[in-house]
C-alpha cells in the first residue's frame, strides 16, 4: 500500500484567462497532479464548481475551492492508499455531502480525484494510461488509440454566439493511425482557413482554437468544412467525415429551438427535419446534443428517426451521469456518450459512465472542455479505458495541441499494440449494420 502523505492545490489559470483549481496528491513514491477545467456550455445536470463570487476576477475566482483541497479533502485523504481509486473517490462524495458537489467545489473534487490516479500511477512507476488499463479494459482488449473527433469552426457559446451551432468537427474514420488521423486533420484544418481567409475572415480563432465562425447561416459553416475537406483532397466520408455538437440547449427556451443566425424559430418536429437534411445533404456521421437536455421527447424521437445511420451523442443530455446514461438507454435517447470527467466530479464515476455507456451498447467520447490547460490526464482515460473516441477542440492552441501530442507519445509507446486502428463501426454512416457501441471491442 502507497499512502498519501500530503495533498496540496494552488490557484492556477485556464486557457481564457480564467483561475481554476491545481491540486496535488504527495505520497513516498512521487506526486500526482492535475488540473480542473471548466465548461461554457454546461449542462443543467452537471456537478457544480465553486467560485468565488463577488467583484474581483468577474467573481470567477476559486480561492474557497483551493482551501477546501487544502483542508478538509487533505485531511480526509491523508494517510489512505492512494490506489484506492474507489474508496477515495467516496471519502470525496461523502465529505462534499451535496448531490452536485457543489459544497467543496467539483473543481476541487476532480481536480484531486485526477492527481489521486496520477499519483498511483506514479507510485507504480507507470504512466496513467498503463496503469488504468491494467484493470480498466475490457477483457482480451489490448490497449490502442482514440478515434480523435477535431473541430475545425468554433460556434454557441464558445464563439459570441455568432452561429448557432456549436463544434463543426472533423473526423477520420479511414486514416489507419492516430499519426495519420493528425496528419489529415491538420490538412483540413489548414484548407478551411484558407477559405476563411479567401472570405476576407481568417486568422480569428473561438474558444476551442477553431477558426472563427464568419458565416451568413449555420448550414453555410456546414458547407465550408465540406468544401475544406474537398479542397485538401480527401473523400468523405470513407476517409474523413464531419460531426456536428449543436449543443442545442444553449438555444431551446421550453418551446422552440431558436436559430438566430438564420432568423429561424423552430418546433421539435421543424427542427428534426431540418437536421435530419443536413444530415441527408452532407458526409454528416455524428450529431451531439441535437436536442436539449430538457426535451427527452425530441431527443428520442430523433434517435428513433436517425439513430441506425448516425451517431447521436448525448453531453449536456447526459452529463457523464451513469443514472441518466441507463435511464436514456432504456428510453431509446441517443446512442452514444460524451465522457467529461468535471461533469460528474470523479474518475470513478466518469467509469460508471463508461460501464453505462457500454453496457447499453453505446458508442463513447471522452471530452475536454472548452475552458482547458496544459493537463493530458483525460487522454490517458480514453486509452487506459478502451474509449473508442477523444474530443479534445480543435487543432491550434497549446491545451489542445499538448492533448493530441501526448496521445502521439502514447500511440509510439504502444508501437504496433496501438492497431488496429481505428475500430469499425464506430459511425453507422459508414458501416452500415454494426452498431456503435459494439466496435471498441
Ligand atoms: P463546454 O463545451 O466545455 O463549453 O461545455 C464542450 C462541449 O459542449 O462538448
Ligand atoms: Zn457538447
Given amino acids: 500500500m502507497t499512502t498519501i502523505v500530503d495533498v496540496r492545490a494552488r490557484r492556477v489559470w485556464d486557457s481564457r484567462g480564467r483561475p481554476t483549481v491545481e491540486a496535488e496528491v504527495h505520497t513516498g513514491r512521487g506526486l500526482g497532479r492535475a488540473i480542473a477545467p471548466a465548461g461554457a456550455s454546461t449542462g443543467a445536470g452537471e456537478a457544480r464548481e465553486l467560485r468565488d463570487g463577488g467583484a474581483r476576477l468577474g467573481g470567477r475566482d476559486v480561492m474557497q475551492a483551493v482551501a477546501h483541497v487544502q483542508g478538509p479533502i487533505r485531511q480526509a485523504l491523508l494517510g489512505r492508499d492512494v490506489a484506492d481509486q474507489a474508496g477515495l473517490d467516496a471519502a470525496l462524495i461523502a465529505l462534499d455531502g451535496t448531490p452536485d458537489k457543489g459544497r467543496l467545489g467539483s473543481n476541487a473534487i476532480v481536480a484531486v480525484s485526477l492527481a489521486c490516479a496520477q499519483a498511483a500511477a506514479q507510485a507504480a512507476g507507470l504512466p496513467l494510461w498503463a496503469h488504468l488499463a491494467r484493470t480498466g479494459l475490457p477483457a482480451g482488449q489490448a490497449p490502442r488509440l482514440p478515434l480523435p473527433e477535431v473541430q475545425i469552426f468554433g460556434g ?35 484548407a478551411a482557413g484558407a477559405r476563411m481567409a479567401r472570405r476576407g475572415a481568417g486568422g480569428g ?18 458547407e465550408e468544412l465540406a468544401r475544406a475537406i474537398e479542397d485538401a483532397g480527401f473523400s468523405a466520408p470513407r476517409d474523413v467525415a464531419i460531426a456536428l455538437d449543436v449543443a442545442s440547449s444553449q438555444f431551446y427556451d421550453g418551446r422552440c429551438y431558436t436559430l438566430r443566425l438564420d432568423g429561424r424559430r423552430l ?3 421543424a427542427f428534426a427535419e431540418l437536421l435530419a437534411g443536413w444530415v441527408a445533404a452532407y458526409p454528416i456521421v455524428s450529431v ?16 428513433a428517426r436517425c439513430g441506425a445511420r448516425l451517431q447521436i451523442v448525448g453531453d449536456d443530455y447526459f452529463v457523464t451521469d451513469a443514472r441518466r446514461i441507463r435511464q436514456g438507454a432504456a428510453e431509446g435517447a441517443c446512442n452514444a456518450v460524451l465522457l467529461k470527467p468535471n461533469q460528474i466530479g470523479t474518475l470513478t464515476e466518469t467509469r460508471a459512465a463508461w460501464d453505462a455507456a457500454r453496457a447499453a451498447g453505446y458508442g463513447a467520447i471522452v471530452s475536454a472542455r472548452s475552458g482547458e490547460t496544459e493537463d493530458v490526464s483525460i487522454v490517458h482515460l480514453a486509452v487506459g479505458w478502451g474509449v473508442p473516441q477523444l474530443k479534445v477542440g480543435s487543432f491550434a492552441r497549446s491545451e489542445r495541441m499538448a492533448k493530441w501530442n501526448e496521445a502521439l507519445r502514447i500511440e509510439e509507446a504502444l508501437g504496433a499494440g496501438a492497431l488496429p486502428f481505428p475500430a469499425p463501426g464506430i459511425y453507422p454512416a459508414i458501416h452500415p449494420g454494426i452498431h456503435p457501441g459494439t466496435g471498441g471491442g
Avoid at 456549436?166 to 484544418?189: H, I, K, M
Avoid at 477553431?210 to 453555410?220: A, C, I, S, T
Avoid at 451531439?288 to 434517435?303: C, I, K, L, Q, V
Fill in 156 to 190: 454557441g457559446a464558445h464563439a459570441s454566439a455568432r452561429v448557432d451551432l456549436q463544434d463543426f468537427l472533423l473526423v477520420t474514420p479511414g486514416a489507419r493511425s492516430f499519426a495519420q488521423a493528425l496528419e489529415w486533420t491538420a490538412e483540413v484544418y489548414h
Fill in 205 to 222: 480563432v473561438a474558444d476551442e482554437g477553431g477558426w472563427w465562425p464568419d458565416f451568413r447561416g449555420n448550414e453555410e459553416a456546414i
Fill in 267 to 269: 418546433e421539435r418536429e
Fill in 288 to 303: 451531439e446534443d441535437p436536442f436539449a437536455d430538457s426535451d427527452p421527447e425530441g431527443m428520442r424521437a430523433f434517435t
